[in-house]
């Protein structure tokens, strides 16, 4: 979850088109959208879970 915090983040992360400040991580066919409050260092998840559930 470090990578998160960089910037641009890192790992296998978009920023999500039409969606103001959400990203995805995907991790084999899940997925993680989350948003970076990057002056607090904080990560908030939105959702986790298969791919065609979380979109």
């Given at each position: 979850?470090?990578g998160?915090?960089?910037?641009?983040?890192?790992?296998?992360?978009?920023?999500?088109?039409?969606?103001?400040g959400?990203?995805?991580?995907?991790?084999?066919?899940y997925?993680?959208?989350?948003?970076?409050?990057?002056?607090?260092?904080?990560?908030?998840?939105?959702?986790?879970?298969?791919?065609?559930?979380?979109?």
């Amino acid at each position: 979850m470090q990578g998160l915090l960089a910037i641009p983040p890192q790992g296998d992360i978009k920023k999500l088109k039409g969606q103001d400040g959400l990203y995805r991580m995907r991790i084999g066919t899940y997925r993680v959208l989350f948003r970076i409050d990057h002056d607090e260092r904080i990560i908030y998840i939105e959702a986790i879970g298969n791919r065609g559930d979380v979109y």
